[in-house]
């Protein structure tokens, strides 16, 4: 069935959502524009929405078979996907399974250090503020969810990791860490968003080498170089 786009709902750093003719369902356009320290560095990645399109599409359609509920339904083009409108809960919930950014410098830890056990941050999702860390009495205080969400986000978010990080492994990237948001749809929470080189902290298995934002970031160069690999070794090479 032909889908028709109508208004623009949002647009972001890296997307932008329009509403379409079916109650509910939403397109998610995803831009080249890259942006880093909550927008206070701001450039272009060529081809960054075609990848990470792609791969979110490849990763949702992957988790969804495992049993995890998301907001995707199809991939409509190289830079669109078909969602579930969700209402967004105002909280990033960050997987880690090794030390890297800001974890270093709250830890003192060498950057690179495993971690034996996933760590799950949650932060609150607000660009004024700078997206600060909160623990579970700040949600409560703010209102943002509800004991029984966050305990769902959280236990989630492991199953997430528990399915991702293998399936990355294979394909010789380290899943060192990511970014995940929520929402609900009626009653149900589903996994919204995107999963990409924008959301994940990916290194070469074998030589650590980022292959992630962290390059635009750190102003490593190879930006795009290295989006085009993630690409190739998830979406278009044979394994």
Known sequence: MKIETREKLY????????ETDRPGVIVQYFKDDATAFNALKKGTIVGKGVVNNRMSAALFERLGRAGIPTHYLETLSDREMLCHRLDIIK?????????????????????????????????????PLGDPMLNEDH??????????EVAWVKRTALKINAILKPYLLKRRLLLVDFKLEFGRRGKKLYLGDEIS???????????????????????????????????????????
């Open 11 to 18: 647009e972001g750093k890296a997307k932008i959502v329009y």
């Open 91 to 127: 909280i990033e919930t960050i997987v880690r399974n090794i030390v890297a950014g800001s974890l270093a410098k709250r830890t003192g830890l060498e950057e690179g250090t495993s971690i034996t056990q996933p760590i799950v941050e949650l932060y609150y999702k607000s660009d």
């Open 139 to 148: 949600v409560r205080m703010l209102k943002l969810a509800s004991p029984t």
């Open 197 to 239: 080189p924008d959301t994940c902290r990916l290194w070469d298995s074998a030589s650590k080498e980022k292959l992630d934002k962290d390059r635009f970031r750190r102003d490593l160069g190879g930006v795009e170089e290295a989006y085009q690999e993630v690409y190739r070794r998830l979406v278009t090479a044979d394994v």
